[in-house]
């Protein structure tokens, strides 16, 4: 999706135009379907108590196939083109039911079936931690980032879905504050999604012992000098700026 964002706003009917909605359109519905199933995931091995992994090509089938049935329809009335600030489903008559029956309702589900997964998992998280009072010590921080996911998940989309409402209602009257809002948090999603799912302890573990590992390797091609203080500086340096190389990964991967 982050490369139809990246194509800018091409000229209607382009072909370049109908690249760009179809990106669009096909990786955010995949996106909503992946959320989703990493939700039951979580709920499936932290409360049914089963693996998932058996599951996995029903996931991939639902998750790749289903967008991609999805998008086809818009074809049939030729109602992909400009849209606004991208391409994606027209506003014709047509294309306004497209909006919402292929895109947002789908959307709204995944964020229920979400918030639906994570609540149980929470509350399951709490109940366990009431009958083992002597290992609630991460609790909070489990429920805190728990909770992150399926916020962000209505928070990035919010604004762009009161848009659209905004723009059947009235579609003469378009409100530029709602268009800004809508631009701005569906580009975040790609950073904010793998700052919450990405950056926890294990990650940031893995993540600091490869920076040091590449420093490492950066230091032992690079010319030995001979003033120990020096090299001493430079270790010192490299402890702080493994912390810097650690985090690149994971803002570059939105």
């Given amino acids: 999706a982050a490369l139809g964002n990246v194509l800018g706003s091409p000229d209607d009917e382009s072909g370049t135009c109908i690249f760009q909605a179809l990106l669009l359109e096909y990786f955010n519905l995949a996106v909503f379907c992946w959320v989703t199933c990493m939700a039951y995931c979580l709920y499936s091995m932290t409360v049914s108590g089963k693996n998932p992994e058996g599951k996995m090509r029903l996931f991939l089938v639902i998750c790749w196939g289903g967008p991609l049935l999805l998008i086809f329809w818009p074809f049939i009335g030729d109602d992909y083109g400009q849209s606004g600030v991208w391409c994606w489903i027209r506003s ?30 929470i509350r399951a998280q709490r109940n366990l931690s009431k009958s083992t009072p002597a290992d609630d ?91 120990t203080h020096q090299r001493k500086r430079t270790a010192d340096r490299g402890d702080k700026f493994t912390q810097f190389i650690a985090l690149v990964p994971i803002v570059f991967c939105a």
């Fill in 92 to 121: 014709t008559e047509a294309g306004k039911i497209y909006r919402f029956a292929i895109f947002y309702v789908p959307l709204w589900i995944a964020v229920a079936a979400t918030i639906f997964f994570y609540g149980i998992v």
């Fill in 137 to 227: 010590s991460g609790e909070g921080s489990i429920h805190w980032r728990l909770g992150l996911y399926p916020l962000a998940f209505i928070l990035l989309w919010l604004p762009a879905t009161i848009n659209r409402v905004q723009n059947l209602v009235s579609p003469g009257n378009p409100v530029y504050e709602l268009f800004y809002l809508h631009v701005l948090t569906t580009t975040m999603q790609g950073l904010v999604y793998s700052l919450i799912y990405g950056l926890n302890r294990t990650v940031r573990s893995e993540l600091v012992l490869g920076g040091k590992r590449i420093l490492s390797w950066v230091q032992r091609k690079s010319p030995s000098s001979p003033r």
